[in-house]
């Protein structure tokens, strides 16, 4: 029924066989009625935990950071130790990180994550903020973006300790992937409608790596990707849109299907809603929705930046096998600088990125 060719680019036998494992593991720790054995899921990702480690590892040192014990809502906190100075100064950008893991797995101990934002904040250089939210389906839309919201708002009141002096909260970008990119773009859109209330933290800047979006429509990326890695079918996807949204929703639901039948905001109205910067994946079957994201963005009026990497898949960004994992953290930090130095740039910026790799 579906087509099973070229589904994936060849990959290193360990490679596939480690998603393999990956992908079938947390597919079976979901029961048919819908909940997860999160005692499993706990028992499993406890060999996989990084501890904060308050002294320099590789130039980074990290902290975690509480903000609600009732809904288990912290955040590591990755600070760079040896770093140029970028713009004449020591500020330091903050990126605000949302991880992956289909609103259900995952977390930013993990030492998946652990690396990426470590390598993020040492590469462009930036503190990082990786939060960990609450996850499906113990809780429900909205509570991930609840948990973002609060968490911007946390930071704005700047009263913990831990955040250096260098950092500089007026220059913010929010970075997500897959999931991690969905909730990005929400808190961004709940932040935009409410900047004002925001006297430290500004939002100059968004990227959603992978961005994990749907509706109710079959594309036909979604249909031609069948069996690809770590999404290997629409099912799979359904799955998590059902344990997201309320009881009764379909899969065009605001938080699903962002610019589609039920969207809620018009952010052509958001003036503060910032430049935004896509990735897209050749052998992700999410990736049409993602180009629609673009371009709805474009559509409401709003700087957009498309980069596309045709040989790779879902969640490449934490694989080191593939080298656009690396070209990926040199074209956010390009992005991040571009738009703090000079909105000017933009135009060379965006005859830069928009090609495909």
């Not at 997860?36 to 590892?57: G, M």
């Not at 590591?76 to 140029?84: A, M, Q, Y």
């Not at 045709?310 to 956010?332: G, R, Y």
Request: proline content about 6%; some cysteine.
């Amino acid at each position: 029924m579906f087509p099973q060719r070229n589904v994936s680019p060849v990959l290193p036998w360990m490679l596939r066989l480690s998603l393999s494992f990956i992908t079938c593991f947390y597919s079976a720790t979901v029961r048919l009625n819908g909940t997860v054995n999160r005692s499993l899921v706990s028992t499993f990702e406890y060999f996989l935990k990084r501890p904060e480690n308050p002294k320099p590892v590789h130039g980074v040192i990290t902290l975690d950071k509480l903000i609600d014990s009732k809904r288990d809502l912290w955040f590591r906190l990755f600070i760079p130790t040896e770093f140029p100075s970028n713009d004449g100064n020591n500020k330091l950008p903050v990126i605000i990180f949302f991880h992956g893991g289909a609103f259900t797995f995952l977390s930013p101990d993990l030492i998946i994550y652990d690396a990426v934002c470590r390598r993020i904040a040492r590469k462009i250089p930036a503190i990082v903020v990786s939060v960990n939210y609450r996850l499906t389906p113990e809780h429900r839309f909205p509570s991930q973006y609840d948990d973002g919201f609060d968490t911007l708002k946390f930071l704005d009141k700047n009263n913990f300790s831990g955040l250096p002096s260098n950092a500089d909260l007026s220059r913010c970008f929010i970075v997500g992937d897959s999931a991690g990119g969905n909730i990005a773009h929400h808190v961004t859109v709940r932040w935009a409608s409410k900047a004002s209330e925001f006297p430290k933290v500004k939002v100059i800047g968004l990227v959603a790596i992978q961005p994990f979006f749907g509706g109710e429509e079959r594309t036909e990326s979604e249909i031609r990707l069948h069996g690809a890695p770590v999404i290997p079918s629409v099912q799979h996807s359904d799955r998590h849109w059902k344990m997201l949204t309320p009881e009764g929703s379909n899969r065009d639901h605001e938080a699903v299907n962002v610019f589609g039948p039920n969207s809620k905001t018009d952010i052509s109205k958001l003036k503060a809603f910032p430049a935004t910067l896509v990735f897209i994946g050749g052998f992700d079957p999410l990736q049409d929705w993602q180009r629609r994201y673009y371009d709805g963005l474009q559509s409401f009026g709003k700087e957009a930046y498309l980069v596309e990497y045709h040989n790779v898949i879902h969640a490449f960004c934490m694989i080191p096998d593939f080298q656009e994992s690396f070209l990926l953290i040199n074209e956010v930090k390009r992005f991040i600088w571009n738009q703090i130095n000079s909105n000017n740039m933009f135009r060379i910026y965006a005859e830069e990125t928009q090609k495909n790799y």
